[in-house]
């Protein structure tokens, strides 16, 4: 192996601790720091504060083999660190302002910690000129010999296959102004031989944002074409499948659904648009992307409203809570907004989820959580799937259909074909497809 680093990792969330076991895992000695107590004590005894499949296994195997400690001194993570990767939370006020508060913080920290030069390297999907004013930052605050170099480095893993997407990234973006912290940050993630694309800070910065954007922007799309096809009598899945074998256009992203969710697109997407805003542009596009998925999940009550008929007293079973499968976050779920809207139309709501109906209580505490999927569907008047969880799509469906007081499926992500549905004896209705019997 090449040089063996000391890195230290602020913020041990979704991106900080998978970031960090992995770096542990390349041979690098790390230091994951966190304020938060009770994750880091959970942490240092081998628990989990997330679900993130693979993770616990390479967490504990890097713990044992002493490449891997957690702290909540976030000073000692300074200090016995070169390379300093910063994964804070970026969250997004309602007028789409990122709140940098916790960024902020850390930056405080650094210059008040700092005994030796160290790289900074902005993994938190931070605005535009960030890393510029962060360094001049630092090298206000702190001893003139010492060196402070930032450079961006975005996060491009999903939740739900962060190891994965870790060691084989599609891309790594490298964005410095200063030659060799950007070599020496380009040659840590070498080993993963991948395209590294190094570039200037600002557009490092800028290509966070634009490509989760543009993402989102192939969701709306498609979500809006599911509409047209409603209307016309197409189906949405075949027609983003003819779309996406165009390889102009490619197949990912094309799934027609309830709109996109999670800590990431929605908060990105409202930051690039104030972005443009603060510069004098008006984004027209990306203003309609964010407005089409927050109909996307007004519209899907509709369907159920329209498929159920008054929902007062009704009880409907909701499948998946998490945003997306294989992960346990409901930052800005769908099915939060979907169960909120039943509940204020006076439907009694029995929702299963295989992962986070744990957590969930605290944002659901007038829903019923249960962590077995057919006491969710006993005697139900609706279904209504909200993630595609392999673990819905798995279950017995025969079963389901003897449990069930209305044999109605309201599906947000279109997991069955609507024929098989209908052999079973639903009646089934999905997004840009036409209802079977
Ligand atoms: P998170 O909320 O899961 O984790 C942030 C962690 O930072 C928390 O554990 C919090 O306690 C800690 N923290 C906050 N302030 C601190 C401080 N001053 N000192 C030490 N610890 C502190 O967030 P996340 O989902 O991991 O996202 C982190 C960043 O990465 C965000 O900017 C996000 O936009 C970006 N990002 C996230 C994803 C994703 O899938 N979650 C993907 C790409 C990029």
Same mark, same amino acid.
């Given at each position: 192996?090449?040089?063996?680093?000391?890195?230290?990792?602020?913020?041990?969330?979704?991106?900080?601790?998978?970031?960090?076991?992995?770096?542990? @895992?390349?041979?690098?000695?790390?230091?994951?720091?966190?304020?938060?107590?009770?994750?880091?004590?959970?942490?240092?005894?081998?628990?989990?504060?997330?679900?993130?499949?693979?993770?616990?296994?390479?967490?504990?195997?890097?713990?044992?083999?002493?490449?891997?400690?957690?702290?909540?001194?976030?000073?000692?993570?300074?200090?016995?660190?070169?390379?300093?990767?910063?994964?804070?939370?970026?969250?997004?006020?309602?007028?789409?302002?990122?709140?940098?508060?916790?960024?902020?913080?850390?930056?405080?920290?650094?210059?008040?910690?700092?005994?030796?030069?160290?790289?900074?390297?902005?993994?938190?999907?931070?605005?535009?000129?960030?890393?510029?004013?962060?360094?001049?930052?630092?090298?206000?605050?702190?001893?003139?010999?010492?060196?402070?170099?930032?450079?961006?480095?975005?996060?491009?893993?999903?939740?739900?296959?962060?190891?994965?997407?870790?060691?084989?990234?599609?891309?790594?973006?490298?964005?410095?102004?200063?030659?060799?912290?950007?070599?020496?940050?380009?040659?840590?993630?070498?080993?993963?031989?991948?395209?590294?694309?190094?570039?200037?800070?600002?557009?490092?910065?800028?290509?966070?944002?634009?490509?989760?954007?543009?993402?989102?922007?192939?969701?709306?799309?498609?979500? @809006?074409?599911?509409?047209?096809?409603?209307?016309?009598?197409?189906?949405?899945?075949?027609?983003?499948?003819?779309?996406?074998?165009?390889?102009?256009?490619?197949?990912?992203?094309?799934?027609?659904?309830?709109?996109?969710?999670?800590?990431?697109?929605?908060?990105?997407?409202?930051?690039?648009?104030?972005?443009?805003?603060?510069?004098?542009?008006?984004?027209?596009?990306?203003?309609?992307?964010?407005?089409?998925?927050?109909?996307?999940?007004?519209?899907?009550?509709?369907?159920?409203?329209?498929?159920?008929?008054?929902?007062?007293?009704?009880?409907?079973?909701?499948?998946?809570?998490?945003?997306?499968?294989?992960?346990?976050?409901?930052?800005?779920?769908?099915?939060?907004?979907?169960?909120?809207?039943?509940?204020?139309?006076?439907?009694?709501?029995?929702?299963?989820?295989?992962?986070?109906?744990?957590?969930?209580?605290?944002?659901?505490?007038?829903?019923?959580?249960?962590?077995?999927?057919?006491?969710?569907?006993? @005697?139900?008047?609706?279904?209504?799937?909200?993630?595609?969880?392999?673990?819905?799509?798995?279950?017995?469906?025969?079963?389901?259909?003897?449990?069930?007081?209305?044999?109605?499926?309201?599906?947000?992500?279109?997991?069955?074909?609507?024929?098989?549905?209908?052999?079973?004896?639903?009646?089934?209705?999905?997004?840009?497809?036409?209802?079977?019997?």
């Amino acid at each position: 192996m090449a040089q063996v680093h000391r890195i230290a990792v602020i913020g041990t969330g979704y991106v900080g601790l998978v970031s960090g076991t992995c770096f542990a @895992e390349m041979g690098h000695q790390v230091i994951c720091a966190d304020r938060d107590e009770g994750k880091i004590a959970r942490l240092q005894q081998g628990g989990m504060p997330i679900y993130e499949p693979g993770l616990k296994e390479l967490v504990s195997s890097n713990l044992l083999a002493q490449r891997l400690s957690f702290t909540s001194l976030i000073s000692d993570a300074i200090v016995e660190s070169d390379i300093i990767f910063i994964a804070v939370g970026t969250p997004t006020e309602d007028n789409g302002d990122v709140d940098m508060t916790q960024v902020n913080s850390v930056i405080a920290s650094i210059a008040a910690y700092s005994t030796t030069s160290k790289i900074i390297v902005m993994k938190s999907t931070v605005p535009v000129g960030t890393g510029r004013w962060v360094e001049e930052q630092l090298k206000s605050l702190v001893a003139a010999h010492l060196d402070m170099h930032v450079v961006s480095n975005p996060e491009f893993l999903r939740e739900g296959s962060a190891i994965e997407d870790t060691f084989h990234p599609d891309r790594v973006v490298i964005g410095a102004d200063h030659p060799e912290a950007g070599a020496r940050i380009a040659a840590l993630h070498a080993p993963l031989r991948t395209e590294l694309l190094l570039t200037d800070r600002e557009s490092a910065e800028l290509i966070k944002y634009a490509s989760n954007a543009f993402l989102a922007a192939k969701i709306s799309f498609i979500n @809006e074409m599911a509409h047209v096809c409603e209307k016309v009598g197409a189906n949405v899945g075949l027609v983003a499948k003819g779309m996406g074998l165009d390889r102009r256009i490619g197949p990912h992203f094309l799934n027609a659904g309830i709109g996109y969710g999670g800590s990431c697109f929605p908060k990105d997407t409202k930051a690039q648009l104030k972005l443009a805003q603060n510069v004098d542009y008006d984004f027209k596009i990306l203003r309609s992307v964010i407005e089409v998925n927050h109909l996307q999940r007004e519209r899907f009550v509709h369907k159920i409203e329209q498929a159920v008929g008054n929902l007062n007293g009704k009880q409907i079973a909701v499948l998946g809570l998490a945003f997306k499968p294989n992960t346990d976050d409901l930052r800005d779920a769908p099915a939060l907004d979907i169960i909120a809207a039943l509940k204020d139309r006076g439907a009694i709501v029995n929702a299963y989820d295989p992962v986070s109906t744990g957590h969930a209580a605290r944002l659901l505490p007038e829903v019923n959580l249960l962590t077995d999927p057919y006491l969710a569907l006993n @005697e139900a008047d609706a279904v209504v799937i909200t993630t595609e969880w392999e673990d819905i799509r798995r279950l017995n469906w025969r079963l389901v259909r003897g449990l069930v007081k209305q044999p109605l499926i309201v599906d947000g992500r279109n997991i069955f074909e609507p024929e098989e549905m209908s052999r079973l004896g639903f009646t089934y209705v999905s997004i840009g497809r036409k209802t079977v019997a």
